[in-house]
């Protein structure tokens, strides 16, 4: 069951333009777009250089914190905080389990499936970085370690990222931003300050930086495919016009929102992703390729402790350069990519819990992805040893092309690398988007968790987007991609540390809420003489009418009398009514420590079917009576009873109940 639709809305009256963080990010945008096609030998040379720099000085630290990341991910999906929810206790998803699914896929990594779907395993096959190649051990190692670049390791880093964003966006109502995930360890004014503005500046450029680099990639790949079925000549002017075209669709996009661009292009190329997959697997050696599936997913899991810590230590100038090459450059390119993708899947993800949250992410990208390349994979080495060595020797040369030449030894190869062509281009839409979507957001500030960036934000930073994909493709081409997403993701990776330490005290804090919830106290109900009074209103089902009058003329009373006390004892407090939205608010100050909030909220509710009375036999499809419920919400969200028909003393008896157990969490906390 879901709730209704995330909606494109207008920004609030107060939206306004984040101008530290907007200038500092164009700046060093436009410094690099500058660079990079001003002196393209020059860029590649220095992008080429810190890679290798990076790769020699932190491998070891990729791996160890990568590692980290998604172990952390796992414990909190397996613990006891798995339940909590993102949002509050009585939120519902926004969308559908399987169009939320087709997102989390589509707007992480989906577009550079077709271009390393044939060419990533046939290398490993061919040129592993240890053994020799083209041996049967050395097919099984090449799936096992494409397995480890796109598996749990990298999804482990968005469920990271995404969990803590929408956990303090929805759940402690903070802005839907990076800097609100280090509120608990710096506090609200550093964190608003200085230090927010630069992991915000860091989150735009590593978001830019690595989206450059996955739509690099498919601009690649784009062309390759218009080589093989148009003739059309690969070239940087191509390249430049595929870039524009898919820009300006992706900006147009954008502008529509969530709800209709890109939910719906999400969809429609995980359709296209799967046709291609089934149709491969039907035509080639089915047999095979489900055997081949099957020992796959062993080998992987099999040895995944020892390729999550393997750096290549005793194999020399050789490892290293394979280890940059590859490992440290996905690793790194997650990273960079998790600013983007964590903030869409957070935007996507409220009313799921933890647990949900964490093994949705993990686990559903994760079977298609292994079974797309082993399907693909499986089916150029059977073809390679089969005795098509051109293939063996475009994946090597020219990884654009792989998929392509694939398509060529299957029936109607013109079908499938024009529906791959399309398909690429759509994925490339998405995450450009995306993208745009969330660097806009990113560059903002006054926005709600539930609101967007207007319109023309989106369309800056999708043409942002679009000008550093165009001036790394002229500083090296795909060099130059992968050099930018090490450099980039480096300083991003240590947020990230920051963030599972803040998580780790949330949830802590919310065990100790837990813990003081059980502490339960006797409702004192007419001084304990008249049961009937608490009989008639288990059993009585106001109207609109006599539900307001109760909030006003008892609940209201009863908790301006608590306030004062309070206030009279030092305390700050404040008592805010709404009658627009039907609602009372108490809220209790306490300095650094975490406010006491009450909430007294108007809901509508269906009215059990014996209470109709005659109703009861009302035809089938007419709507139910309803009646209204005065219910109470604490920070957390709504605590899911009703207070109608309570006496004064009765709610006051209830305001200083949950009073008294939000003490006790305090005293846990202390």
């Given at each position: 069951?879901?709730?209704?639709?995330?909606?494109?809305?207008?920004?609030?009256?107060?939206?306004?333009?984040?101008?530290?963080?907007?200038?500092?990010?164009?700046?060093?945008?436009?410094?690099?777009?500058?660079?990079?096609?001003?002196?393209?030998?020059?860029?590649?040379?220095?992008?080429?250089?810190?890679?290798?720099?990076?790769?020699?000085?932190?491998?070891?630290?990729?791996?160890?914190?990568?590692?980290?990341?998604?172990?952390?991910?796992?414990?909190?999906?397996?613990?006891?905080?798995?339940?909590?929810?993102?949002?509050?206790?009585?939120?519902?998803?926004?969308?559908?389990?399987?169009?939320?699914?087709?997102?989390?896929?589509?707007?992480?990594?989906?577009?550079?499936?077709?271009?390393?779907?044939?060419?990533?395993?046939?290398?490993?096959?061919?040129?592993?970085?240890?053994?020799?190649?083209?041996?049967?051990?050395?097919?099984?190692?090449?799936?096992?370690?494409?397995?480890?670049?796109?598996?749990?390791?990298?999804?482990?880093?968005?469920?990271?990222?995404?969990?803590?964003?929408?956990?303090?966006?929805?759940?402690?109502?903070?802005?839907?931003?990076?800097?609100?995930?280090?509120?608990?360890?710096?506090?609200?004014?550093?964190?608003?300050?200085?230090?927010?503005?630069?992991?915000?500046?860091?989150?735009?450029?590593?978001?830019?930086?690595?989206?450059?680099?996955?739509?690099?990639?498919?601009?690649?790949?784009?062309?390759?495919?218009?080589?093989?079925?148009?003739?059309?000549?690969?070239?940087?002017?191509?390249?430049?016009?595929?870039?524009?075209?898919?820009?300006?669709?992706?900006?147009?996009?954008?502008?529509?929102?969530?709800?209709?661009?890109?939910?719906?292009?999400?969809?429609?190329?995980?359709?296209?992703?799967?046709?291609?997959?089934?149709?491969?697997?039907?035509?080639?050696?089915?047999?095979?390729?489900?055997?081949?599936?099957?020992?796959?997913?062993?080998?992987?899991?099999?040895?995944?402790?020892?390729?999550?810590?393997?750096?290549?230590?005793?194999?020399?100038?050789?490892?290293?350069?394979?280890?940059?090459?590859?490992?440290?450059?996905?690793?790194?390119?997650?990273?960079?990519?998790?600013?983007?993708?964590?903030?869409?899947?957070?935007?996507?993800?409220?009313?799921?819990?933890?647990?949900?949250?964490?093994?949705?992410?993990?686990?559903?990208?994760?079977?298609?992805?292994?079974?797309?390349?082993?399907?693909?994979?499986?089916?150029?080495?059977?073809?390679?040893?089969?005795?098509?060595?051109?293939l063996g020797k475009t994946a090597l040369e020219n990884p654009a092309m792989g998929m392509f030449v694939l398509?060529?030894?299957?029936?109607?190869?013109?079908?499938?690398?024009?529906?791959?062509?399309?398909?690429?281009?759509?994925?490339?839409?998405?995450?450009?988007?995306?993208?745009?979507?969330?660097?806009?957001?990113?560059?903002?500030?006054?926005?709600?968790?539930?609101?967007?960036?207007?319109?023309?934000?989106?369309?800056?930073?999708?043409?942002?987007?679009?000008?550093?994909?165009?001036?790394?493709?002229?500083?090296?081409?795909?060099?130059?991609?992968?050099?930018?997403?090490?450099?980039?993701?480096?300083?991003?990776?240590?947020?990230?540390?920051?963030?599972?330490?803040?998580?780790?005290?949330?949830?802590?804090?919310?065990?100790n809420k837990r813990k003081a919830v059980q502490i339960d106290k006797a409702l004192v109900l007419d001084s304990?003489?008249?049961?009937r009074n608490r009989l008639n209103r288990l059993v009585n089902f106001p109207t609109a009418t006599a539900a307001?009058?109760?909030?006003?003329?008892?609940?209201?009373?009863?908790?301006?009398?608590?306030?004062?006390?309070?206030?009279?004892?030092?305390?700050?407090?404040?008592?805010?009514?709404?009658?627009?939205?039907?609602?009372?608010?108490?809220?209790?100050?306490?300095?650094?420590?975490?406010?006491?909030?009450?909430?007294?909220?108007?809901?509508?509710?269906?009215?059990?079917?014996?209470?109709?009375?005659?109703?009861?036999?009302?035809?089938?499809?007419?709507?139910?009576?309803?009646?209204?419920?005065?219910?109470?919400?604490?920070?957390?969200?709504?605590?899911?009873?009703?207070?109608?028909?309570?006496?004064?003393?009765?709610?006051?008896?209830?305001?200083?109940?949950?009073?008294?157990?939000?003490?006790?969490?305090?005293?846990?906390?202390?």
């Amino acid at each position: 069951m879901h709730g209704a639709p995330v909606k494109p809305s207008s920004p609030p009256a107060g939206f306004a333009i984040n101008k530290t963080v907007f200038l500092a990010s164009s700046v060093i945008s436009v410094s690099l777009i500058l660079f990079t096609i001003l002196f393209p030998e020059l860029g590649e040379a220095v992008l080429g250089s810190s890679l290798r720099w990076v790769s020699d000085h932190f491998g070891w630290y990729y791996m160890l914190v990568v590692a980290a990341y998604s172990v952390f991910a796992v414990f909190v999906g397996l613990s006891r905080y798995g339940d909590i929810k993102l949002g509050k206790d009585q939120d519902k998803p926004d969308f559908p389990f399987l169009t939320w699914a087709a997102m989390l896929f589509s707007a992480g990594i989906g577009i550079d499936l077709l271009f390393f779907g044939v060419s990533e395993p046939l290398t490993h096959y061919l040129s592993p970085a240890l053994g020799m190649g083209g041996t049967p051990e050395a097919a099984r190692a090449a799936l096992s370690q494409t397995f480890l670049h796109w598996g749990l390791h990298g999804w482990g880093i968005y469920a990271l990222i995404g969990m803590a964003l929408a956990y303090f966006a929805y759940r402690r109502d903070m802005p839907l931003a990076l800097r609100s995930a280090l509120v608990p360890l710096f506090g609200e004014k550093r964190t608003n300050g200085p230090l927010g503005h630069i992991v915000d500046t860091f989150g735009v450029v590593g978001t830019l930086l690595g989206l450059a680099t996955s739509l690099g990639i498919g601009v690649l790949q784009a062309n390759a495919g218009l080589t093989h079925v148009f003739g059309i000549e690969t070239s940087k002017a191509v390249q430049t016009a595929i870039i524009v075209a898919v820009t300006a669709a992706a900006a147009m996009s954008a502008m529509s929102g969530v709800e209709r661009g890109v939910r719906r292009l999400s969809e429609i190329n995980m359709l296209g992703a799967t046709f291609i997959l089934i149709a491969l697997l039907v035509m080639g050696p089915t047999l095979f390729l489900l055997n081949a599936f099957t020992e796959n997913i062993g080998h992987y899991f099999q040895n995944i402790v020892n390729k999550t810590f393997q750096v290549y230590a005793y194999e020399g100038a050789k490892g290293e350069e394979w280890k940059a090459s590859w490992t440290i450059f996905f690793w790194a390119w997650w990273v960079a990519w998790a600013p983007f993708v964590g903030l869409f899947i957070a935007r996507i993800s409220r009313g799921r819990t933890l647990r949900e949250f964490v093994f949705g992410v993990m686990f559903i990208p994760l079977g298609f992805i292994f079974a797309w390349f082993s399907v693909f994979g499986n089916s150029a080495i059977e073809l390679v040893n089969g005795g098509v060595a051109e293939l063996g020797k475009t994946a090597l040369e020219n990884p654009a092309m792989g998929m392509f030449v694939l398509f060529e030894h299957y029936p109607a190869p013109a079908l499938w690398s024009t529906l791959g062509v399309v398909i690429g281009l759509i994925f490339f839409v998405t995450s450009a988007d995306s993208g745009a979507l969330v660097l806009a957001n990113l560059s903002s500030k006054n926005l709600a968790s539930d609101t967007d960036a207007p319109v023309w934000l989106r369309f800056f930073w999708a043409a942002a987007t679009g000008l550093v994909t165009l001036g790394l493709l002229f500083a090296g081409g795909f060099s130059s991609l992968q050099s930018v997403s090490v450099v980039a993701g480096l300083p991003f990776s240590l947020v990230l540390v920051l963030y599972m330490v803040s998580m780790a005290v949330c949830l802590r804090q919310e065990g100790n809420k837990r813990k003081a919830v059980q502490i339960d106290k006797a409702l004192v109900l007419d001084s304990g003489q008249n049961w009937r009074n608490r009989l008639n209103r288990l059993v009585n089902f106001p109207t609109a009418t006599a539900a307001l009058r109760f909030m006003f003329k008892t609940l209201q009373p009863a908790m301006l009398e608590v306030a004062h006390e309070l206030q009279a004892k030092g305390l700050d407090t404040e008592l805010a009514e709404d009658k627009e939205n039907r609602k009372i608010r108490l809220e209790v100050m306490h300095g650094d420590e975490v406010d006491f909030l009450y909430e007294v909220r108007l809901v509508e509710a269906v009215k059990p079917v014996f209470a109709l009375g005659q109703a009861g036999n009302i035809a089938p499809g007419k709507d139910q009576e309803k009646y209204y419920r005065a219910e109470v919400f604490l920070s957390e969200g709504s605590q899911d009873y009703d207070i109608v028909g309570y006496t004064k003393e009765q709610v006051i008896i209830d305001i200083l109940n949950q009073y008294e157990r939000h003490m006790q969490f305090l005293h846990f906390e202390r």
